[in-house]
Nanobody, 118 residues
Framework: QVQLVESGGGLVQPGGSLRLSCAAS????????MGWYRQAPEKQRELVASITRLGSTNYADSVRGRFTISRGNARNTVYLQMNSLKPEDTGVYYC????????????WGQGTQVTVSS
């Protein structure tokens, strides 16, 4: 019933910037937390950044200082501003959301491809 749709992925040169968007539909409540995961080829999916209903944020060490997660004005929307992109940032980025305070994420988007290459 709940759907998460990502957008904004694409090809960018090293050092460039990209902004990802995620919009959730079909929910009758505000998610406790929303976040971004990414998965590179032959690697395990990893948490990139997350943000709570109250605005608290967490970042992976590899992206801290370069990426910024934020909530949109519309309910259950989230953005990921990615600056100073590196080739190792390449992968499929997934939007995720959960209704509970702790535990696994309940809902996932289909993913959007981000490729950092010259």
């Amino acid at each position: 019933q709940v759907q998460l749709v990502e957008s904004g992925g694409g090809l960018v040169q090293p050092g460039g910037s990209l902004r990802l968007s995620c919009a959730a539909s079909g929910s009758s409540f505000s998610f406790n937390s929303m976040g971004w995961y990414r998965q590179a080829p032959e690697k395990q999916r990893e948490l990139v950044a997350s943000i709570t209903r109250l605005g608290s944020t967490n970042y992976a060490d590899s992206v801290r200082g370069r990426f910024t997660i934020s909530r949109g004005n519309a309910r259950n929307t989230v953005y990921l501003q990615m600056n100073s992109l590196k080739p190792e940032d390449t992968g499929v980025y997934y939007c995720a959301a959960r209704a509970v305070v702790t535990g696994a994420y309940d809902y996932w988007g289909q993913g959007t491809q981000v490729t950092v290459s010259s």
